[in-house]
């Protein structure tokens, strides 16, 4: 059974500060990681892919990978009200195009 | 149309009906994907197509769920005798062959079972 974690939150951070967000997976042959935000009452939205370890930035947002500890990260730089969210930890096994979703983390950006 | 449209965006019936839930990909996405999605919880995978075949049903949860996507393009989730317990929002999402998980998510579809 292939299992990805997150804890469920709620964060709560204030404006201007840094969000870090975590996941760790299970199946050591994963491949491709991916990090999904859905706003309340919407469909999650792809906002980051990172395929290799290291990090990978994207204006205020970095993707961590570290595959031998099979931790994915996400941080949140100056974080503002409307980056208040669940965001989603997806992880596909290799040659598999089907992603596995954690539950969610709860992000609340506080003015 | 721009994104992937499903319909309908609400669903209400009752125990032991039929429910079909349909779903428009992004125009060009050969693979289609069903999830479903219960509060507080991530989605729960159901099905994937790779164009008008399903290349992995694994996730459908008893032989009441079936999918069908007969021209590789629209596809439709149906529940036979629906029970309490698949209340939950139904999410399809298409993709581009070459992002293995890089989906790209409809508004769902929320199915009630009373």
């Known amino acids: 059974q292939k299992e990805v974690e997150q804890n469920s939150g709620p964060l709560s951070v204030p404006e201007g500060a840094i969000a870090s967000l975590n996941c760790t997976y299970s199946?050591?042959?994963?491949?491709?990681f991916f990090w999904y935000r859905q706003y309340s009452g919407k469909s999650p939205e792809l906002i980051m892919s990172?395929?290799?370890?290291g990090d990978k930035e994207d204006g205020r947002f970095t993707a961590q990978l570290n595959k031998a500890s099979q931790y994915v990260s996400l941080l949140i730089r100056d974080s503002q009200p409307s980056d208040s969210a669940t965001y989603l930890c997806?992880?596909?096994?290799?040659?598999?195009?089907?992603?596995?979703f954690g539950r969610g983390t709860s992000l609340i950006v506080h003015p | 149309g721009a994104g992937v449209s499903q319909t309908p965006s609400n669903k209400v019936t009752e125990k032991g009906k039929y429910v079909e839930l349909r779903c428009d990909p992004i125009?060009?996405?050969?693979?289609l994907y069903w999830y479903r999605q219960s509060l507080g919880q991530g989605p729960e995978f159901l099905i994937y197509?790779?164009?008008?075949?399903?290349?992995?049903d694994s996730g459908l949860p008893n032989d009441r769920f079936f999918a069908v996507r007969p021209e590789g393009s629209v596809s439709t989730l149906k529940i036979q005798r629906t029970e309490r317990g698949d209340s939950a929002v139904y999410l399809c999402?298409?993709?581009?062959?070459?992002?293995?998980?890089?989906?790209?998510f409809g508004e769902g579809s929320r199915l009630t079972v009373l």
């Open positions: 999402a298409s993709s581009l062959s070459q992002g293995p998980g890089e989906l790209f």
């Open positions: 199946d050591r042959g994963s491949q491709s």
């Open positions: 990172i395929y290799s370890n």
């Open positions: 997806a992880v596909t096994a290799g040659g598999s195009y089907i992603p596995t």
């Open positions: 125009s060009g996405h050969t693979a």
């Open positions: 197509f790779q164009g008008t075949g399903a290349a992995d």
